[in-house]
């Protein structure tokens, strides 16, 4: 089908808006935010957003919808900011998007809306990111965070427990509640946001955000329950039999840290990327002493990785008073899959890159502190499945550097609690929960998305799965619980 | 004793003994790991590996051995430097990973000592070339598998 062209409130003739410069979102200061915890970017301007909205060439086809993993209705969208009519803006994007603030963050925009942009082609791409971020948070400052319908639907009497709540279990949530189910989400830690509170820093997405969205859906009705894990304080089982849910969804995430298998990991000293950010995050311990979760404070921080993850740790740690922090890398900074603009401004802060090199064992003291790591040197070979190119070491090359903390960020694998409670949930060999296109897994009424089925991916990617996951629970519904009020 | 001395004091039975040895400890892992495994994908692949070591275990009856055209991939050396998990019914994923693809390399070195061992005989020469390559083939299989797996940021 023909998409529909949106109306055009761009004044400038298009030749003129190949000569705007992208418009630069203002930023702390590199040398005074690496000392504390304060979001990094400061967000674009009312005038900053209509001019950078002016940027954009109406194309007839507009690529950047195919680039955006949930198709956003970006053109749109970036009209009704050339209108000024921000918050209509926020609402087109919520048609697609249920949390715009957070993806205007950490969207990986680079490789996607913005990638295929053709003002892109010849220029600098549309910030489409930073022009959701900038309509995002307008609407929550004038209050319309919510940005959907505030009044409540005609209750169908069907009940749904969404489990974990991440962007997955957040997205599904909201649709369901739109449509007059009761939802109750059930977290296992104290706080609600899943990788977006436990794991992504403060000075990259602040909390007060999540907290915004997830008072937003307990405003709208759904119920949030917290220090509860299904599969231990409650099975799947019994969230059927015994409370009586209709359908319940999995958004149970890719929490479980996954160590290198060397020698020397479990030093004094070694973390987890996981429990070194939810230290620091979810349990405030960059607010040590106010708060009491002791980090430590280290000389040389090595941050073993090239993702996000592995830039949110090093600037972290640099945070935290590290006087060398750096990250260890197996390939070169063009195979690093984070996010650009955390590579630059982990680089800004003062962040170490050591790439192409390997550690292959850490040393400890004689009480068991980590204080070396050795490492090889490695060169790049042939392009592997992901189409990045391969290290591989270079024999001889062995070196050993003075460490007092290592981070090890390689990737994170799936929390195997409810395929161990549930044998009818079937698995893969990465313990990834098996779901269809719909989320539909192999246990009736039990849907799951998000990173519990793809392994580690995005927050869009998640947050997409749980719509599509909610559009199939209400189908569900209709067909084999009994029809929706 | 290196494995090369050893050889050279075994007979051709104790040789071919050997191997089988070393074949049917590759089909009980890879066996183990097929019961272990959790998707149709998983079970296939240590299938197809177990069905490749009984290929072997029978080629060594009659040092015959399909050739494969291609030279076998380059050694990505992803598990060479990782700890070896010590054998037990708990193994995860990832440790099967790495026992499987250490077991590989030992088993195409024992095969490229015998082709080295056997230099002047042209078909036993070839043929544990062509052994020690398809181990190399798998070990590289199994590693390819591990990167993805297990080191998507790394
Ligand atoms: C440090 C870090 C930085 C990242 N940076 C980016 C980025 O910049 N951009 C980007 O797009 N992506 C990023 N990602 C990836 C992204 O955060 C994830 O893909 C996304 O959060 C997955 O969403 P989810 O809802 O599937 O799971 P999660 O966000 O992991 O949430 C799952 C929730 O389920 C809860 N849970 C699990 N099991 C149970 C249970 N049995 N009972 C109750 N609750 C349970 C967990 O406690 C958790 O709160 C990053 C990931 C990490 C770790």
Same mark, same amino acid.
């Given at each position: 089908?023909?998409?529909?062209?949106?109306?055009?409130?761009?004044?400038?003739?298009?030749?003129?808006?190949?000569?705007?410069?992208?418009?630069?979102?203002?930023?702390?200061?590199?040398?005074?935010?690496?000392?504390?915890?304060?979001?990094?970017?400061?967000?674009?301007?009312?005038?900053?957003?209509?001019?950078?909205?002016?940027?954009?060439?109406?194309?007839?086809?507009?690529?950047?919808?195919?680039?955006?993993?949930?198709?956003?209705?970006?053109?749109?969208?970036?009209? %009704?900011?050339?209108?000024?009519?921000?918050?209509?803006?926020?609402?087109?994007?919520?048609?697609?998007?249920?949390?715009?603030?957070?993806?205007?963050?950490?969207?990986?925009?680079?490789?996607?809306?913005?990638?295929?942009?053709? #003002?892109?082609?010849?220029?600098?791409?549309?910030?489409?990111?930073?022009?959701?971020?900038?309509?995002?948070?307008?609407?929550?400052?004038?209050?319309?965070?919510?940005?959907?319908?505030?009044?409540?639907?005609?209750?169908?009497?069907?009940?749904?427990?969404?489990?974990?709540?991440?962007?997955?279990?957040?997205?599904?949530?909201?649709?369901?509640?739109?449509?007059?189910?009761?939802?109750?989400?059930?977290?296992?830690?104290?706080?609600?946001?899943?990788?977006?509170?436990?794991?992504?820093?403060?000075?990259?997405?602040?909390?007060?955000?999540?907290?915004?969205?997830?008072?937003?859906?307990?405003?709208?009705?759904?119920?949030?329950?917290?220090?509860?894990?299904?599969?231990?304080?409650?099975?799947?089982?019994?969230?059927?039999?015994?409370?009586?849910?209709?359908?319940?969804?999995?958004? %149970?995430?890719?929490?479980?840290?996954?160590?290198?298998?060397?020698?020397?990991?479990?030093?004094?000293?070694?973390?987890?990327?996981?429990?070194?950010?939810?230290?620091?995050?979810?349990?405030?311990?960059?607010?040590?002493?106010?708060?009491?979760?002791?980090?430590?404070?280290?000389?040389?921080?090595?941050?073993?990785?090239?993702?996000?993850?592995?830039?949110?740790?090093?600037?972290?740690?640099?945070?935290?008073?590290?006087?060398?922090?750096?990250? #260890?890398?197996?390939?070169?900074?063009?195979?690093?899959?984070?996010?650009?603009?955390?590579?630059?401004?982990?680089?800004?802060?003062?962040?170490?890159?050591?790439?192409? #090199?390997?550690?292959?064992?850490?040393?400890?003291?004689?009480?068991?502190?980590?204080?070396?790591?050795?490492?090889?040197?490695?060169?790049?070979?042939?392009?592997?499945?992901?189409?990045?190119?391969?290290?591989?070491?270079?024999?001889?090359?062995?070196?050993?550097?003075?460490?007092?903390?290592?981070?090890?960020?390689?990737?994170?694998?799936?929390?195997?609690?409810?395929?161990?409670?549930?044998?009818?949930?079937?698995?893969?060999?990465?313990?990834?929960?098996?779901?269809?296109?719909?989320?539909?897994?192999?246990?009736?009424?039990?849907?799951?998305?998000?990173?519990?089925?793809?392994?580690?991916?995005?927050?869009?990617?998640?947050?997409?799965?749980?719509?599509?996951?909610?559009?199939?629970?209400?189908?569900?519904?209709?067909?084999?619980?009994?029809?929706?009020? | 004793?290196?494995?090369? =001395?050893?050889?050279?004091?075994?007979?051709?039975?104790?040789?071919?003994?050997?191997?089988?040895?070393?074949?049917? *400890?590759?089909?009980?892992?890879?066996?183990?790991?097929? @019961?272990?495994?959790?998707?149709?994908?998983?079970? *296939?692949?240590?299938?197809?590996?177990? @069905?490749?070591?009984?290929?072997?275990?029978?080629?060594?009856?009659?040092?015959?051995?399909?050739?494969?055209?291609?030279?076998?991939?380059?050694?990505?050396?992803?598990? =060479?430097?990782?700890?070896?998990?010590?054998?037990? =019914?708990?193994?995860?994923?990832?440790?099967?990973?790495?026992?499987?693809?250490?077991?590989?390399?030992?088993?195409?070195?024992?095969? *490229?000592?015998?082709?080295?061992?056997?230099?002047?005989?042209?078909?036993?020469?070839?043929?544990?070339?062509?052994?020690?390559?398809?181990?190399?083939?798998?070990?590289?299989?199994?590693?390819?598998?591990?990167? *993805?797996?297990?080191?998507?940021?790394?």
């Amino acid at each position: 089908m023909d998409r529909q062209k949106p109306e055009s409130f761009n004044p400038i003739p298009v030749k003129e808006r190949l000569t705007i410069p992208r418009q630069n979102m203002p930023e702390q200061d590199p040398n005074i935010r690496n000392g504390n915890f304060l979001e990094v970017n400061l967000g674009l301007t009312e005038d900053q957003a209509v001019i950078e909205a002016q940027r954009c060439i109406e194309c007839k086809k507009p690529t950047c919808i195919e680039g955006c993993p949930v198709s956003i209705q970006i053109p749109d969208f970036i009209q %009704l900011i050339c209108k000024q009519d921000f918050l209509a803006a926020a609402n087109k994007i919520k048609e697609d998007s249920s949390l715009p603030a957070v993806c205007g963050r950490v969207c990986p925009q680079e490789s996607q809306c913005e990638a295929v942009c053709v #003002v892109g082609k010849r220029f600098e791409s549309v910030a489409i990111g930073r022009l959701e971020r900038f309509v995002a948070d307008y609407a929550m400052q004038h209050g319309n965070g919510d940005g959907s319908q505030s009044n409540r639907p005609e209750p169908t009497g069907h009940k749904i427990a969404i489990v974990g709540s991440g962007p997955a279990g957040l997205a599904a949530a909201s649709d369901l509640i739109k449509e007059g189910h009761e939802v109750t989400v059930y977290e296992a830690l104290h706080e609600f946001g899943g990788v977006l509170v436990y794991g992504i820093p403060e000075f990259r997405l602040p909390k007060a955000i999540l907290r915004k969205e997830v008072a937003n859906l307990e405003n709208r009705g759904v119920k949030f329950i917290k220090n509860f894990i299904i599969g231990r304080s409650m099975t799947l089982q019994e969230l059927f039999e015994e409370e009586g849910f209709d359908a319940v969804f999995l958004g %149970l995430g890719a929490g479980l840290p996954r160590f290198m298998n060397i020698p020397g990991e479990n030093l004094n000293g070694v973390y987890s990327a996981n429990e070194f950010l939810t230290r620091s995050n979810l349990m405030r311990g960059y607010d040590f002493p106010e708060w009491d979760t002791p980090l430590y404070r280290a000389k040389h921080a090595i941050i073993v990785g090239g993702g996000n993850t592995a830039m949110d740790a090093v600037r972290t740690a640099k945070r935290l008073g590290a006087e060398e922090a750096s990250i #260890v890398y197996r390939r070169s900074e063009e195979e690093m899959p984070a996010r650009n603009e955390e590579i630059h401004h982990a680089k800004e802060e003062g962040v170490a890159f050591m790439n192409l #090199v390997n550690p292959i064992e850490f040393i400890g003291d004689e009480n068991g502190s980590v204080v070396a790591a050795k490492c090889l040197r490695m060169e790049l070979g042939e392009p592997d499945a992901s189409g990045r190119r391969r290290p591989v070491p270079i024999e001889g090359s062995e070196f050993i550097m003075e460490v007092d903390m290592v981070v090890i960020a390689v990737g994170n694998g799936s929390n195997p609690l409810i395929a161990q409670t549930t044998p009818e949930i079937e698995t893969n060999k990465w313990g990834n929960i098996v779901a269809d296109e719909d989320g539909q897994t192999s246990m009736e009424g039990v849907f799951a998305g998000g990173d519990i089925v793809t392994g580690g991916a995005t927050v869009i990617l998640a947050m997409g799965a749980g719509r599509k996951a909610a559009t199939a629970i209400n189908q569900y519904l209709k067909t084999k619980v009994g029809s929706v009020a | 004793m290196s494995l090369k =001395d050893k050889i050279s004091s075994m007979n051709m039975s104790e040789i071919v003994e050997m191997c089988i040895d070393q074949e049917q *400890q590759a089909i009980d892992l890879y066996t183990m790991a097929m @019961d272990q495994a959790k998707d149709d994908a998983a079970r *296939q692949k240590f299938q197809e590996l177990v @069905d490749m070591e009984t290929v072997h275990k029978v080629s060594l009856k009659s040092f015959e051995i399909e050739r494969y055209i291609d030279l076998p991939p380059a050694d990505l050396k992803v598990t =060479d430097y990782l700890m070896e998990p010590t054998m037990n =019914d708990n193994l995860t994923t990832q440790e099967i990973l790495i026992v499987a693809a250490k077991r590989e390399d030992k088993t195409a070195k024992m095969y *490229q000592d015998l082709a080295d061992h056997f230099s002047a005989d042209k078909k036993l020469n070839t043929f544990f070339q062509m052994m020690a390559d398809e181990e190399l083939r798998h070990k590289h299989d199994l590693e390819s598998e591990y990167e *993805q797996e297990f080191l998507p940021e790394g």
